[in-house]
């Protein structure tokens, strides 16, 4: 039997049934820390520090992802608030 027509390629995927589908925009710190391959105790630490997450703990990725790197992009030599000293050799 062919079929044609609207064909739900989602049935066709390689995800095990048993997988349950994440929404990234509401993620337990537990399915965060899984997905990033790091301790929850890490994530848990970042929230404590400022990473955005809900009244309820839960974490969006792509906001957690901006958050990691405005975090690495202020730890980068040449980046902080204060201006750098201009060395004259005087």
């Known amino acids: 039997m062919t079929r044609t027509g609207n ?11 048993s997988a349950e589908a994440l929404n990234p925009s509401v ?5 965060v820390a899984r ?7 890490v994530v848990r630490r970042h929230v404590r520090e400022g990473a955005p997450a809900d009244f309820a703990g ?8 901006a958050w990691l790197n405005a975090r690495l992009a ?5 980046n902080s608030d204060e201006p750098e000293e201009a060395n004259h050799g005087d």
């Open 7 to 17: 064909f739900d390629t989602r049935s066709a995927s390689a995800r095990p049934e």
């Open 27 to 31: 993620l337990t710190v537990e399915q």
């Open 35 to 41: 997905m990033l391959g790091v301790a929850a105790e």
């Open 58 to 65: 839960r974490m969006n990725l792509i906001h957690y992802a």
């Open 74 to 78: 202020a730890d980068e030599p040449g």
